[in-house]
């Protein structure tokens, strides 16, 4: 079965108009003689989010290529914080890349349902096959991925065309909800639940869970909807572990906004609409901080 997403028809830009007759000047009138009009400046954007923006990859792993002099700008070693203009030339390991003019355009969204046995690299030593390999072809660019499931994991991903709305999609100060369906194997105490809210230590500092409610299970193994605001490395499994607990199985079902939708089998995935994407780039506002009273 195919999973192709139907895509929105693309609408034509509205000519513009010419210019009155009455606005033209003369051929044979002079304009007044003065001085000259300073040069326009030229627009520029930093490197690292003209590379994220064009979808070469998120703002942290350019800013990582930047450091180790795998980028040029005008065949000279770029550096973090460049800023470049619409005439330069970047190139990311020797290779001239094309960068967005405008930027006027949605970026894509793709969500995945990845199965166990996948992980979240393009590329990977022992062979095992990687969550790209069923991603479809992009031009210009690449999918960058939205977070990470380790290899076990299974459930909703996301995947984008835009380095910059990745970035967005993972910094901490948007606080995107995480929520994962976990079963495990026995029951936690009610000392246990206590410290999975209200905080346990682990290697990295506190995690605690914005909610834990219990969701049903029979004999031996139980399950739990868990929902948190941050996204470290196996975290949730290390938060039951760290409780006594070990988790048998592990889903994602929701990331910020985006569900996982009911009818996306493992192993396909299915394109947001230009609307979605709208209201999804409409989510993504910073909680304001609370205002100090005054004394």
């Known amino acids: 079965m195919q999973n192709k997403p139907t895509r929105s028809p693309r609408q034509k830009n509205s000519p513009l108009r010419p210019p009155s007759k009455t606005e033209s000047i003369p051929r044979r009138a002079r304009a007044p003689v003065g001085p000259a009009r300073p040069a326009e400046p030229v627009e520029t954007v930093k490197l690292q989010k003209a590379l994220a923006d064009a979808g070469h990859g ?10 180790a002099g795998r980028v040029s700008v005008n065949n000279e070693t770029a550096h973090v914080g460049q800023r470049i203009g619409p005439e330069d030339k970047v190139r990311v390991n020797g290779r001239l890349v094309q960068l967005k003019a405008g930027g006027a355009r949605l970026p894509r969204v793709l969500l995945y349902h990845k199965p166990e046995g996948e992980i979240v690299s393009r590329e990977d030593p022992a062979g095992r096959p990687t969550v790209f390999e069923k991603l479809p072809r992009i031009n210009n660019g690449r999918w960058i991925a939205v977070g990470r499931l380790d290899f076990n994991s299974c459930g909703l991903m ?10 967005q999609l993972m910094h901490p100060r948007y606080e995107l909800e995480r929520e994962y369906a976990v079963r495990v194997l026995g029951e936690p105490t009610p000392e246990a639940m206590e410290l999975l809210k209200t905080g346990v230590e682990l290697e990295d500092g506190i995690a605690r869970f914005n909610r834990i409610f219990e969701a049903g299970g029979e004999g031996a193994n139980r399950w739990y909807n868990v929902t948190l605001s941050e996204g470290r490395n196996r975290e949730v499994r290390r938060m039951f572990e760290a409780v ?4 048998s199985r592990l889903m994602r079902v929701r990331y910020g906004p985006v569900q996982l939708p009911p009818g996306l089998k493992r192993g396909l995935w299915r394109e947001l609409e230009l609307p979605e994407v709208t209201l999804l780039l409409k989510t993504l506002t ?3 901080k609370p205002e100090k009273s005054g004394t």
């Open 286 to 288: 910073p909680p304001k």
């Open 244 to 247: 006594g607990v070990q988790v």
């Open 158 to 167: 996301l995947f984008t065309s835009s380095g910059e709305l990745a970035n």
């Open 58 to 67: 998120s703002r942290r792993e350019i800013e990582e290529w930047i450091a």
